[in-house]
């Protein structure tokens, strides 16, 4: 879910809104960077075939797409604070629910719960910061400060990986899979989170003095024109040709994401030869990983300034996918690493750079239904990708499917070609922005 507009911060430079922006994305993901390899080994170790675990992740992309547009009418009524609030509620839920799951429908209810957290969480708080800034600087980029966000993402990420690696390595509790213990600080954590976002995010909406019992039904209203405004949103792609490329390159990067996120560790246990071995390893490579991530999200800002936001960003692509397609050819778990560390580091590179040309195309009345298209696109594109290499993984191998999915995803590099022309237009016309 993408936040929606009109909710900016109470009395609030976009200097400090930057602040609250990275601390509550550094809250955000290093405890998910506990549990970003065991996701997917933990139904595994209690029995799950390939095409089952990679059928848990079309669960969380499905729920993601149904609930995208009805919790952004949500947050469009009752404001970003309370739904980022419920959101982060949820995500404790899920993380205790995961903790106790033992067959396919126990983690399926699980990554439910997954998904309507990240449909609650995915962009209310960006968009919260986005336009907070254009209500001090009209038009201003904001390429630079998602670069941060994207190396404070990576370094909280990389940091949560490496304690879950060592958390798997120490397994003090013998009563429990080594591969339980992460998800049981996830938890715990998740719960910090909750706290954080209640203290620290405050919004405009919440000294209007508006009825409750008014927001309410203005909530209920909301959610039910979602249709209507995925009528809308497809009518702006149909009209915006380069937001309709964007939406495509958001597709076949998820493809690219189902390699990195879902592939790796299982590759990587059938290189070492148990899942529990392959847990203790991806602690370190997740944690390296994340912090190519943070590397890489830094040089997207250099890049964009060096060659311009687009082109940058079709480079990225192209070697972002043909990296994904060398983590399939590689033979051995060294080979695999340093494959999967390219990747990420790729990966941190062209988000920002493909969230920044977003923004180019939406305003503030606009900007709620462009990002949550493109959420609902990538997590669509991520839930029919999983089962399908799932399924290539159980007739052909774990490899060849992970050569598919990164070769599919090159692909996306060519639906940037209305992006790059757009920008030499602005830059034929004389337009500059104000980079933030």
Do not use: C
């Not at 993380?95 to 997954?114: D, I, K, N, P, Q």
């Not at 019992?213 to 040709?241: I, K, Y």
């Not at 043909?322 to 988000?351: E, I, K, N, S």
Request: charged share 15%; net charge positive; no cysteine.
């Amino acid at each position: 879910m993408r936040g929606a507009t009109g909710h900016g911060p109470v009395n609030l430079s976009p200097g400090a809104a930057r602040r609250i922006l990275l601390l509550l994305t550094a809250t955000r993901w290093f405890p998910v960077g506990l549990v970003v390899a065991a996701i997917t080994l933990l139904p595994l170790e209690r029995g799950l075939s390939i095409a089952e675990t990679m059928t848990l992740a079309s669960v969380t992309g499905l729920v993601v797409f149904a609930l995208e547009l009805p919790t952004g009418g949500i947050a469009d009524a009752l404001g970003r604070r309370p739904v980022l609030i419920v959101a982060a509620a949820v995500q404790v839920v899920a993380a205790g629910l995961f903790v106790v799951a033992s067959s396919f429908w126990m983690f399926a209810v699980a990554s439910a719960a997954m998904g309507v957290f990240r449909a609650l969480d995915s962009g209310p708080l960006e968009a919260w910061f986005v336009d907070a800034v254009h209500a001090r600087r009209p038009g201003a980029d904001v390429d630079r400060t998602l670069a941060h966000q994207g190396t404070v993402l990576g370094v909280s990420m990389a940091l949560g990986a490496l304690v879950s690696g060592g958390l798997v390595w120490w397994h003090p509790l013998r009563a429990w899979s080594a591969l339980t213990l992460p998800f049981a600080v996830y938890t715990a954590l998740a719960i910090v989170h909750l706290i954080m976002v209640g203290v620290l995010l405050k919004e405009a909406r919440a000294e209007t003095g508006e009825p409750a019992p008014s927001r309410v039904r203005a909530a209920v209203d909301s959610a039910r024109a979602a249709p209507s405004v995925v009528a809308e949103g497809v009518q702006l792609a149909r009209t915006n040709r380069v937001l309709r490329g964007l939406l495509l390159v958001e597709a076949l990067w998820s493809v690219a994401m189902v390699v990195m996120e879902s592939f790796q560790p299982i590759r990587l246990a059938e290189l070492v030869g148990s899942e529990e071995q392959a847990g203790v390893l991806m602690g370190p490579v997740a944690s390296a990983g994340w912090a190519v991530f943070a590397g890489g999200s830094a040089l997207g800002a250099l890049a964009a300034r060096r060659w311009g936001v687009a082109r940058a960003a079709v480079v990225t692509r192209i070697m972002h996918g043909l990296a994904a397609v060398w983590m399939g050819l590689a033979a051995g778990p060294a080979a695999l690493v340093a494959a999967y560390l390219v990747t990420y580091g790729l990966h941190g590179t062209g988000g920002p750079l493909v969230r920044t040309l977003l923004h180019r195309e939406s305003s503030a009345r606009t900007r709620a239904t462009v990002l949550s298209m493109a959420s609902m696109t990538g997590f669509a594109a991520f839930a029919v990708a999983s089962p399908v290499l799932g399924w290539t993984a159980e007739v052909l191998s774990t490899a060849v499917a992970m050569v598919v999915g990164g070769a599919v995803s090159v692909l996306g590099a060519w639906f940037l070609r209305a992006a790059v022309r757009s920008e030499r237009d602005r830059l034929a016309a004389g337009m500059r922005t104000t980079r933030i």
